[in-house]
């Protein structure tokens, strides 16, 4: 049998901080990824992201584990956008956007000028209302 704990507020130990629950239930990012799309797309870490499909050069599917409840949720994206992958590499050199969204997943792209390319670090945060 599951368990349920209701509460209006969390406060710290001492109690002198202090947080309505409305703020971290709707205020908490509900998925975030940090990849890389150079020679194999990998998710370096994750929350509530299932899988990430690479579809085209500089091209990225983010699957979704649990789907938001439509597909008006919220998205921030960082492509730092090169090639490289060691010290130094990251030059800021790509932009990137996103594109194509459903309630289980988003397209991201990454490119060059006009060019697709994949990218050394990108980062998705996710908020909305999961379903």
Known sequence: MASELRVNTLKDAAGSNEVAMTYVANGSAKAWVHFTSVTTTTAQDSLNISSLTDTD??????????????????????TNADSGTGAGAFNNNYTGGLFSRTTSSIDHTAHNGTNPTDSALNDIVFHGDLA
């Open 57 to 78: 050069t500089g091209d990225t599917t983010v699957n979704i584990s649990n789907a938001f409840s439509n597909d008006d949720y919220a998205c921030v994206m960082f």
